[in-house]
């Protein structure tokens, strides 16, 4: 239980519901990207398949070993990386397994680590496995949307929420993690991932990494050429809706980041930190919200020409 951070009250109410041998068949984890949501699920799966008595998960039996290197094999995880979506055929596979009892485990552990990218018929393929398991069966979802999920499959799940952290519970971890970082640029990291672990780390690591465009849209914004800004949109007139989203979410992403430059904390990127420098925190809002509407427009189905065409009024009115 040690191995996630902070989130005292969600550990000793688990703590009291595996001692009392309460372990649910469904927890649906969820939290922003670095929170923790992996270490509470390999906590989860680890209790279920424990063969300590008391005190579960031990961390030190063979099978919460397995579980902790990711090598169980009645802990499985559903999903392909390299697909966009957790895909209905991918469920059905799981759901023919789960009728094969485990190898080696008391249960039979289905890790879902993006439950968000199930579409309606995926989550109610799944919902069908979750109404009647096995007994053995047990199913872990992560999520850092859970409100995007169907309620039926909510409401099938225990929901454990993963806090941020207080800074007495990060700021230690963090140093050790990072024994040649300033304590003000570690407490800076901590308060710029809005208390979570992940991203405080990622902050000092220094690896957010700023696409080509991204840096061209930061270069051209902060230098305030619109020329530049121009051909950066023009060119996107072209592009398919899912290349134009994450473009718009990155840059989106940069000028938050220029916002909390202007605020004294270190930035996440040089792209970041030059917006920073050279626009007003009222004029990133500005563009936050341009930006902003453009993807709900790309979301909402509006052709990639009319958002960027859109834009480019923006840019020259
Ligand atoms: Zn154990």
Redesign the pocket.
């Known amino acids: 239980m040690d191995r996630l951070l902070g989130n005292a009250s969600l550990k000793a109410s688990l703590a009291a519901a595996f001692r009392a041998d309460r372990i649910s068949h469904s927890y649906l984890i969820s939290g922003p990207a670095g929170s923790g949501k992996h270490t509470l699920a390999a906590i989860l799966a ?1 209790a279920m398949q ?3 008595g008391e005190d ?6 063979l ?2 070993r397995k579980v902790f290197d990711n090598v169980h094999p009645d802990v499985i995880t559903v999903d392909d990386p390299e697909k966009k979506t957790v895909s209905v055929e991918l469920i059905r596979r799981a759901r023919t397994d789960l009728f094969i009892r485990p190898n080696e485990g008391r249960r039979k552990v289905y890790l879902i680590p993006r439950a968000n990218d199930m579409n309606a018929n995926a989550q109610n393929a799944l919902l069908k496995v979750m109404e009647e398991p096995p007994s053995y069966g047990a199913f872990l979802l992560l999520s850092d949307n859970p409100e995007k999920l169907l309620p039926t499959i909510r409401s099938r799940c225990v929901s454990l929420r993963l806090s941020p952290l207080e800074a007495d519970e990060a700021i230690p971890a963090l140093r050790a993690a990072f024994p040649d970082r300033s304590p003000e640029r570690i407490r800076a990291a901590w308060e710029r991932a809005g208390g979570f672990y992940g991203p405080a780390a990622e902050v000092l690591r220094g690896t957010q990494t700023v696409s080509e465009q991204g840096r061209r849209f930061a270069d051209c914004f902060s230098r305030r050429d619109r020329l530049g800004l121009t051909e950066l949109i023009a060119g996107q007139e072209r592009a398919k809706r899912e290349q134009l989203l994450p473009l718009l979410n990155e840059w989106i992403e940069l000028l938050a980041d220029a916002i909390r430059v202007r605020a004294g904390l270190p930035a996440g990127s040089e792209a970041a930190a030059c917006l920073g420098r050279s626009r007003t925190v009222r004029e990133l809002l500005e563009a936050i919200r341009r930006l902003q509407q453009a993807a709900e427009l790309v979301q909402g189905n509006v052709g990639v020409g009319a958002v960027c065409g859109g834009l480019l009024l923006w840019l020259n009115d």
């Open positions: 680890a424990c063969t300590a579960r998960p031990c961390g030190t039996c099978q919460c």
